[in-house]
């Protein structure tokens, strides 16, 4: 059983369009994020959700939208895609924020944009 | 804000040898997490170990252990014994208690040769 799970795993797409990335956790865990790593390979927090709501937003451009109906979702929308949205996309979890806790991550979804 | 910086983009080591690499971090928080992620070609990301900055025996998970050296910021991870499997992008992360939010390092690429 995946613990995390995104779907696609595969994302190909043309530039101003817009796309979504889903993501599920069956760990009962009550927080969930979204990274994003680079062609570089360099991992940075987009978003953190706790309970469905909101708790971290690190200066992503308002073309992303988390969404996360329940606390087992968080999904991704990217509006207007442009070239440098290329990358990975993780989704992650964790039973809480607290730090001591290590994150579960997906799979990751390559977004490549044409 | 806290960083992460792990100075060796690149190694390599044969097979059965031991390889250590190395983690620096910059926090004024005196309660954090530290931990260790590889990610394989697979593009998963695997928690291999973790540290709590209050502990100071350092942490150890069969063939993986950390050096943990709280005064000089400083958290490397050695592997003993290292195997073909072990070939992977290693990332250093860092949490504070109750940040949610995991600060990677850039990663370091190990290279396990037969």
């Known amino acids: 059983d995946t613990a995390v799970s995104q779907t696609p795993k595969y994302l190909v797409t043309q530039m101003g369009n817009d796309k979504s990335i889903k993501c599920e956790q069956n760990?009962?865990?009550?927080?969930m994020y979204w990274y994003k790593q680079d062609s570089k390979k360099f991992l940075k927090i987009m978003f953190s959700y706790n309970n469905k709501e909101l708790i971290i937003n690190e200066t992503v451009p308002n073309r992303f939208s988390p969404k996360s109906p329940d606390k087992a979702h968080l999904n991704l929308h990217i509006n207007s895609l442009e070239l440098g949205d290329s990358a990975v996309y993780f989704c992650?979890?964790?039973?809480?924020?607290?730090?001591?806790?290590?994150?579960?991550f997906g799979d990751g979804t390559r977004l490549s944009i044409l | 804000a806290q960083t992460v910086t792990q100075s060796q983009p690149e190694m390599s080591v044969q097979e059965a040898e031991t390889v250590t690499l190395s983690c620096t971090y910059d926090?004024?928080?005196?309660?954090?997490?530290l931990f260790w992620y590889k990610q394989p070609p697979s593009r998963q990301m695997i928690l291999v170990i973790r540290?709590?900055?209050?502990?100071?025996q350092n942490a150890t998970e069969n063939r993986f252990s950390v050096n943990f050296q709280k005064a000089a910021k400083s958290f490397s991870l050695k592997i003993s014994d290292s195997q073909l499997g072990d070939t992977a992008m290693y990332f250093c992360a860092f949490r504070t208690t109750n940040a949610g939010k995991s600060t990677f390092g850039d990663g370091t690429t190990l290279t396990v040769k037969p």
């Open positions: 760990l009962g865990h009550d927080t």
């Open positions: 992650a979890s964790s039973p809480t924020g607290l730090g001591n806790q290590p994150q579960h």
């Open positions: 926090t004024s928080e005196n309660n954090y997490y």
């Open positions: 540290q709590e900055a209050y502990k100071q």
